[in-house]
């Protein structure tokens, strides 16, 4: 029962770490975001002309912009994983986060990987209250 009370201490403070890498990589297409605004506001000599189609510059800065609201939604679902995790709750919240973050490769692999293994125990079931149907 120790054992488990520590597993789960640890790996709410990895999510929390995990999940501020999540939002600096969520950052990324600001360079996205950027280039298209240099676009649109005809910083570029090229995009100067009238006949340059704008649309490209939009184009960055919608889809950057949509990027980066995932990658930080994706950030606070993490962290709230976390903090599910060190209150024992929200055990069903906590599994689909520990799946999901097998996606964000290697750190979210690794960390997904070990929560899953430690919420599959029993021993951990019991802690957050979790009684299947059925």
Same mark, same amino acid.
């Given at each position: 029962?120790?054992?488990?009370?520590?597993?789960?201490?640890?790996? &709410?403070?990895? !999510?929390?770490?995990?999940? *501020?890498?999540?939002?600096?990589?969520?950052?990324?297409?600001?360079?996205?975001? /950027?280039?298209?605004?240099?676009?649109?506001?005809?910083?570029?000599?090229?995009?100067?002309?009238?006949?340059?189609?704008?649309?490209?510059?939009?184009?960055?800065?919608?889809?950057? &912009?949509?990027?980066?609201?995932?990658?930080?939604?994706?950030?606070?679902?993490?962290?709230?994983? *976390?903090?599910?995790?060190?209150? !024992?709750?929200?055990? /069903?919240?906590?599994?689909?986060?520990?799946?999901?973050?097998?996606?964000?490769?290697?750190?979210? /692999?690794?960390?997904?990987?070990? /929560?899953?293994?430690?919420?599959?125990?029993? &021993?951990?079931?019991?802690?957050?209250?979790?009684?299947?149907?059925?």
């Amino acid at each position: 029962m120790n054992d488990d009370l520590e597993h789960l201490r640890l790996l &709410s403070i990895v !999510h929390y770490v995990v999940g *501020g890498l999540a939002a600096l990589c969520g950052l990324f297409p600001i360079v996205h975001v /950027t280039l298209g605004v240099l676009i649109v506001s005809g910083a570029f000599p090229d995009t100067q002309r009238a006949d340059f189609p704008r649309v490209f510059g939009w184009l960055f800065i919608v889809m950057g &912009s949509c990027f980066i609201l995932v990658g930080w939604a994706f950030a606070v679902c993490v962290l709230v994983a *976390g903090r599910f995790l060190a209150r !024992h709750t929200r055990y /069903t919240y906590c599994l689909v986060m520990a799946a999901l973050e097998c996606c964000f490769i290697p750190f979210g /692999t690794v960390l997904g990987v070990f /929560t899953i293994i430690v919420l599959m125990r029993p &021993s951990v079931k019991q802690l957050f209250g979790y009684a299947p149907l059925g």
